[in-house]
């Protein structure tokens, strides 16, 4: 299974741009990137997915190296609510759904 | 709030007992996970059911056994229980099969299950 890499812990400011980074350097050419978010007690969110271009949805943007081996999550404006563990996923088969999440990046946000 | 339901939300047992967690999924979704999340070992997927069939299957032990039925819900069965499956069980659920092209699973709030 391909397998991703993020930093333990990351800090930023309340009201700043946050860059979540994630290396995935044996990705497939089918596996789609995918980032969740574990904010305290409570079970995982979808924030965001993609492929190959960069997406933008409400909570964040996604923006994908071109040769795919990483990819950065961007949050443009944390807030005190964004401090959670954010995963970076690669899809690990075609047939179903099959996650393998890392340990993932502790965010703290700062008022 | 996620649209997924799951009971129980605290459950404490003994080692060598038998426990079934419940998860419903959210209205119109077929595909439900199971995950357990401990402090060692981080988030795992267990196993999925689309439509009440097994679709993938993740690090599920031999004692622990799943299914989903025709209302979509589905149940989660841990047996023989251990000290080391004290653990929490994340139940989630998603429109389709799966497969890489579909990125939204939506998770339950989670069953802690605390064996003694």
């Known amino acids: 299974d391909a397998k991703t890499t993020q930093p333990n812990s990351m800090e930023s400011n309340e009201e700043e741009p946050v860059h979540l980074p994630c290396n995935h350097s044996t990705i497939s050419g089918t596996d789609y990137i995918h980032w969740y978010r574990q904010l305290p007690s409570q079970g995982p969110e979808y924030v965001i997915h993609?492929?190959?271009s960069n997406v933008n949805n409400r909570m964040a943007s996604l923006a994908i190296a071109e040769d795919r081996k990483s990819s950065t999550l961007i949050l443009h404006r944390a807030t005190l609510r964004d401090a959670a563990v954010y995963y970076c996923?690669?899809?690990?088969?075609?047939?179903?759904?099959?996650?393998?999440f890392g340990p993932g990046t502790r965010l703290s946000v700062l008022p | 709030d996620s649209g997924v339901t799951q009971t129980p939300k605290h459950l404490i047992t003994a080692t060598g007992q038998r426990v079934t967690l419940r998860c419903s999924p959210r209205?119109?979704?077929?595909?439900v996970y199971w995950y357990q999340q401990s402090l060692d070992q981080g988030l795992q997927f267990l196993i999925q059911?689309?439509?009440?069939?097994?679709?993938a299957k993740g690090n599920i032990l031999e004692r622990f056994s799943a299914q989903q039925f025709p209302d979509l819900h589905s149940e989660l069965n841990l047996s023989s229980l251990e000290l080391g499956d004290s653990a929490l069980y994340f139940c989630?659920?998603?429109?389709?099969?799966?497969?890489?092209?579909?990125?939204?699973?939506?998770f339950g709030p989670g069953t802690r299950l605390t064996v003694t």
């Open positions: 993609g492929l190959t």
């Open positions: 059911y689309y439509n009440g069939e097994e679709r």
């Open positions: 209205s119109g979704d077929l595909s």
């Open positions: 989630a659920s998603s429109v389709g099969p799966g497969g890489t092209g579909q990125g939204e699973q939506y």
């Open positions: 996923i690669l899809s690990a088969d075609n047939y179903g759904q099959n996650f393998v």
